[in-house]
Nanobody, 115 residues
Framework: QVQLVESGGGLVQLGESLRLSCVAS????????VNWFRQTPEKRRELVAS????????NYPDSVKGRFTISRDNAKNSVYLQMNSLKPEDTAVYYC????????WGQGTQVTVSS
């Protein structure tokens, strides 16, 4: 059974940092690229980071480039999202995602940034 379990969200102040984790199970993690998405309070879903199978290929939208860093540890079946210099507009539920025939999502972790 494929599972993605996120953790690490919370309430922080403007400019602070958080590190999100996602642990995967039920599939060969190292064979798939993985993404972090977020869903804002306005219900807009945005891709915030992607990482290739090897971890070499990285992709970020301009809204988070230079502040967010995605990484993975294939030995631990885990992907991480380091978020620095957080802003109120980063407030969202953050989801781990990958595609294997269909889309798989975790349950999400709430990140709230207060000004």
């Amino acid at each position: 059974q494929v599972q993605l379990v996120e953790s690490g969200g919370g309430l922080v102040q403007l400019g602070e940092s958080l590190r999100l984790s996602c642990v995967a199970s039920g599939f060969t993690f190292r064979d798939y690229s993985v993404n972090w998405f977020r869903q804002t309070p306005e219900k807009r879903r945005e891709l915030v980071a992607s990482i290739s199978r090897s971890g070499v290929g990285l992709n970020y939208p301009d809204s988070v480039k230079g502040r967010f860093t995605i990484s993975r540890d294939n030995a631990k079946n885990s992907v991480y999202l380091q978020m620095n210099s957080l802003k109120p507009e980063d407030t969202a539920v953050y989801y781990c995602h990958f595609h294997m025939g269909k889309d798989y999502w975790g349950q999400g972790t709430q990140v709230t940034v207060s000004s």
